[in-house]
């Protein structure tokens, strides 16, 4: 059985839609790729990305989390109200309540300081994601 992946993002799906090509190149379709937006044009980003199926909203994320293998975003995925107030507090408790493990990226538009992170370009962190952590947390793909 294919392994879920949940892609979050919101404001323009940027990262997402990055994070989405990179994981079709290197993975086709041995895995279905979930678009969950907090927005609309994110999600129709991503879907436009290569994503296998799209949603948007709130519930969505809410109730599609629970199902996923993996989940990936930024790491303002985790904060109630980051991206300027898409990420209603119930996203970001069903995203750190839900059983699947998390791969998030330290980027950030809050007013935050992570201490210790190395900066990198999007691309290189998507390029970690792909090639090692996800291999790391599904040991046999």
């Known amino acids: 059985m294919r392994k879920q992946i949940c892609i979050i993002d919101g404001q323009g799906g940027g990262i997402g839609s990055t994070l989405i090509k990179?994981?079709?190149?290197?993975?086709?379709?041995s895995m279905e790729i979930l678009a969950l937006?907090?927005?609309?044009?994110?999600?129709?980003?991503?879907?436009?990305?290569?994503?296998?199926r799209g949603a948007t909203g709130e519930n969505a994320i809410v109730r599609t989390v629970n199902e996923a293998d993996l989940i990936i975003g930024?790491?303002?995925?985790?904060?109630?109200?980051?991206?300027?107030?898409?990420?209603?507090?119930?996203?970001?408790?069903?995203?750190?309540?839900s059983l699947a493990p998390k791969i998030l990226?330290?980027?950030?538009?809050?007013?935050?300081?992570?201490?210790g992170m190395i900066k990198e370009p999007l691309p290189h962190?998507?390029?970690?994601?792909?090639?090692?952590?996800?291999?790391?947390v599904f040991k046999n793909v």
């Open 74 to 97: 930024p790491i303002s995925i985790t904060w109630a109200n980051a991206m300027l107030g898409e990420v209603t507090p119930r996203m970001a408790e069903a995203v750190m309540s």
């Open 37 to 52: 937006g907090t927005n609309a044009i994110a999600t129709s980003q991503m879907v436009k990305a290569g994503a296998n």
């Open 125 to 136: 962190m998507v390029k970690a994601v792909v090639e090692e952590k996800i291999k790391e």
């Open 22 to 29: 990179y994981l079709k190149e290197a993975y086709g379709e």
């Open 105 to 115: 990226l330290p980027l950030t538009q809050e007013r935050v300081i992570l201490v």
